[in-house]
Structure formats: structure tokens, C-alpha cells
């Protein structure tokens, strides 16, 4: 190939150029168009294939948790019922509507069985939950540590299963008031024990629920129409 100058070249007849010299400036040409072609065009569709790549991830993982759930299902409802069973079984030991007015005379009685002296023993009314209802009781009861650890064993060894908590309780000494010498410990506050509900309190319940959430979404529709 002979040797030429591109500082001699005429841009202007192009045609006129030796074919290597026009064969190289086709080249670069070429290249130029696939680069800018590749940069407009192709790294915007690499960029969208990056984004579907991590997506497809994502939703390959999150099939394969629902993948696992799904295996897990059955076991799980059994063991649910299993659960509720025991919990049905669990309920049956408390005390019955019926044996509730009776239980709570125990409760009472056991404490004077154990020297305490009850000058507040006042139930409440009951409230009903779910599944079950708790009825409170307010005390003031005057006694020694002794007789109360006597009376919390006491009512742990009555015949039917009795579940107690306490409310807002406050134990501290005894002072003297109205002609009564102090001595002894005071323990105030509330107690609640639970009992059972039957099948008709259970339905009631749920009625009563259901009623309560209607009540609710017509009060917060009408306040959303004004």
C-alpha cells in the first residue's frame, strides 16, 4: 500500500480517497455507530434486564416460602386442633355458671378457715371474654403472713379448679382505727377468678361481638358520609 498523508486529504471528495484510507474510515465508522448504538440502546435494556433478574429472585424466594407453607399445612392444622382440643379440656376444669355462686362462698370460707377476718369480700359484676368470663371480687382482708399462705393453700385444695389473680393489691401493716388495736397485715384490693362459658353463653358472646363490630362499621360509614 502506498503512503499517503491525511493532512492531504480533500473531506470534500471523499470519493476521490484510496480505497484503504476509505476502507479504514468505514471501520472507524462502523465501530462509532455500533458504541453509540449499544449506549443508547442496549445498556438501558441491560439495566431493565438487571431489574427483571432481581425481581425473578425475589419471586423465586418468596414461592419457595409459600412453597413451605403450603407443605406444612396439614401438620399445622392438626397440631391446631390438637391445641384447641386441650384448650377446650383445659376450660372444662373451671368452674360452670352454675357452680360459681358456690365457688365463691368457698373462696370466702376458707379464708375464715384460716383466722383471717374479711372485712370486704364484695363480688362484681362478671365479664364475659371469648371463651371464657372472669368475675372480680374486692377484698380487705386482716390477717398474718401465716394464715394468709393458709388461706392461698386452702383455696388451692378445693375440689374444683380455681384460678385466681390480683389486681391493684396492697399489703402492708395494720394501724389502729376506730377503737381497733393494730396488728396484723391488710390486704387490699382486687381478686378475679375465671369459669367456663357454656355453649349458649359462647354463641351469645359471638353474637354479641358480631352486633358490636356491625354497630361499630355503620357508626364509622355514617361518619365518613358526612
Known sequence: M???????????????????????????????????????????????????????????RDFETEQAKAVNLEPLKEQLAEMEAMLQQMLRQLPSRTEMPDLIVDIS??????????????????IRKEFYAEKPISLRMVGSYHQFGNFVSGVASLPRVVIMTMHDISLKPREAKDGQPAGGLVLEGTVKTYRYLDE???????????AAAAATSGAAAAQGAR
Open 200 to 210: 349458649e353463653e359462647t354463641a351469645e358472646a359471638e353474637a354479641e361481638a358480631e
Open 2 to 60: 502506498k503512503n499517503f498523508d491525511l493532512n492531504n486529504l480533500d473531506f470534500n471528495n471523499a470519493g476521490a480517497w484510496p480505497t484503504p484510507v476509505k476502507t479504514f474510515f468505514c471501520v472507524i465508522l462502523a465501530g462509532l455507530i455500533l458504541f453509540f448504538g449499544w449506549y443508547l440502546f442496549v445498556s438501558n435494556q441491560q439495566d431493565e434486564l438487571e431489574s427483571l433478574a432481581r425481581t425473578e429472585e425475589s419471586l423465586k
Open 109 to 126: 370460707q376458707t379464708a375464715l378457715a384460716a383466722g383471717i377476718q374479711n372485712e370486704l369480700f364484695q363480688p362484681q359484676p362478671e
